[in-house]
């Protein structure tokens, strides 16, 4: 699979169960696939709106930080908060940049994780949508598929 970006991170939403917040877990992943469709929209009055989509490709021979491992989302929901450092997942609701993160926290709330974002002049991606086609087909062919707004 061929890939046009050097790194994207991807940040795993999670439950604090003491203050009931929800934090991301920050996950830089190396040579991916990644396509931005601009357009816009109409709505039932007439107001225009800009309709942007994003498609990335996470082929199976990326490079993830730290070795972490993929787990299917509920599996990794049910990981307390040291084991989930050492996986990934994809959920719907999650975000995701166009770049490594330079922070140095494990883990942000999703304020801190907004602002990070802001700062840093970044454009934050919510997955929408996602398939693991990581079971069939060659080394080149495997990955994992998300869409988002």
């Known amino acids: 699979m061929i890939t046009n970006v050097d790194a994207i991170t991807v940040y795993n939403g999670r439950n604090d169960k003491e203050t009931r917040r929800k934090k991301y877990i920050p996950t830089i992943i190396r040579n991916v696939f990644y396509a931005e469709a601009k357009g816009t929209t109409v709505t039932d009055n007439g107001v225009w709106g ?42 719907k609701e999650d975000f995701i940049v166009r770049e490594a993160y330079t922070g140095g926290s494990s883990s942000l709330y999703e304020d801190e994780l907004m602002k990070h974002i802001q700062e840093q002049g970044l454009d934050p991606i919510r997955v929408k949508e996602y398939a693991d086609n990581t079971s069939g087909g060659s080394q080149y062919l495997k990955h994992w598929r998300i869409g988002g707004k």
Do not use: M, N, V
């Open 50 to 91: 800009d309709d942007i989509q994003y498609k990335i490709r996470i082929p199976i021979t990326s490079i993830i930080q730290d070795g972490r491992t993929f787990l299917p989302d509920l599996k990794y929901a049910k990981l307390d908060d040291g084991e989930a450092l050492k996986y990934w997942t994809i959920t």
